[in-house]
């Protein structure tokens, strides 16, 4: 003697509720799979060490000090030193017109 499909339902309905799971009679792709996995955002945040504070830090917490940043000075310098030789980075264009992109003619 063969069960009305609907009292079948009825029974993994409720089977769901005992245990925990979930209620899903046609079979759908609902990602609950994923939904269950253990979240990988702590994991992920503790394998990269913490940031330490840094000299644009400090200069931020205390305005009214005078500091030297030995590293940005350097770099600074190397940049006035390429720029005196004419290897530095070329001017930013203002307009569109300036730009080369639209100076060029087209082909056919």
């Known amino acids: 003697m063969a069960v009305p499909r609907s009292r079948v339902v009825d029974l993994m309905k409720v089977q ?3 245990f925990g ?3 899903n ?3 759908e792709r609902l990602g609950n799979k ?6 990988r955002g702590p994991a992920l945040a503790a394998y990269y060490p913490r940031r330490v504070a840094t000299f644009k830090d400090l200069q931020k917490l205390y305005p ?17 030193i390429a720029k005196s030789r004419g290897k530095g980075a070329p001017k ?5 017109a300036e730009s080369k992109k639209f100076n060029t003619k ?3």
């Not at 994923?34 to 979240?39: A, G, K, N, S, T």
């Not at 000090?65 to 006035?80: A, C």
């Not at 930013?92 to 569109?96: E, L, Q, S």
Request: a positive charge.
């Open 16 to 18: 769901c509720g005992i």
């Open 21 to 23: 799971s979930i209620f």
């Open 25 to 27: 009679p046609t079979g």
């Open 34 to 39: 994923v939904l269950r996995q253990r979240l």
């Open 64 to 80: 009214g000090f005078e500091t030297y940043n030995d590293f940005e000075e350097d770099r600074l310098e190397h940049i006035l």
């Open 92 to 96: 930013k264009k203002k307009t569109a």
């Open 106 to 108: 087209k082909r056919k």
